[in-house]
């Protein structure tokens, strides 16, 4: 018996707000799970494909979320190519018959991302500035040349993270076109 299995991708830059979100959102969404991007691929020394490695983890953990019930899947990381996110997709495809798969891009002014990257900074134990400015604007200067929808539907996350949360499940109520 098959069910409908709802994956939300967060996709976005170093300090946009993508975990602060998936676990907003998966504290809304009875049945979730959020897979938290960051620390599925802290592998050292990294895998020599980073990007197969994650989307296989990702689909073993999936499988057996569905194994034991779960059915949403908050996905948040940083994809740098159209053709990564159809490799999740087509991934996740084969474990189950009726996906709904949403690609969310989040954005933000770059002055308002710089400011919560300091933010975050500030509460974390080992320093990592220069890492991180390197990081956000190599991923800033990706995602800005997104044509479209190509890297998610564009979603600006200037606003509270509750506020935010009830706007994107409005948006996925919506009969797709």
């Given at each position: 018996m098959s069910r409908e299995v709802l994956v939300i991708l967060l996709n976005g830059s170093l300090g946009v707000g993508k975990s602060t979100l998936g676990e907003v959102i998966g504290e809304a969404i009875e049945g979730s799970v959020i897979l938290d991007g960051d620390w599925l691929v802290a592998c050292n020394p990294p895998p020599a494909d980073e990007t197969a490695y994650f989307h296989e983890t990702?689909?073993?953990?999936?499988?057996r979320h569905l194994a034991n019930g779960y059915?949403?899947?908050?996905i948040n990381h940083y994809w740098s190519a159209p053709a990564e996110i159809a490799d999740l997709r087509n991934r996740l495809a084969r474990l189950t018959r009726d996906l709904r798969f949403h690609c969310f891009l989040?954005?933000?002014?770059?002055?308002?991302?710089?400011?919560?990257?300091g933010v975050r900074r500030a509460a974390r134990a080992i320093d990592e500035a220069e890492f991180e400015n390197g990081r956000f604007l190599e991923e800033a200067a990706v995602l800005s040349r997104a044509k479209?929808?190509?890297?998610?539907?564009?979603?600006?996350?200037?606003?509270?993270?509750?506020?935010?949360c009830r706007r994107l499940l409005a948006m996925l109520e919506r009969p797709e076109s």
């Open positions: 990702l689909a073993l953990l999936v499988r059915s949403r899947f908050i989040l954005t933000l002014p770059m002055e308002e991302n710089v400011r919560r990257i479209g929808a190509e890297l998610g539907v564009p979603f600006d996350v200037s606003d509270p993270p509750n506020l935010l």
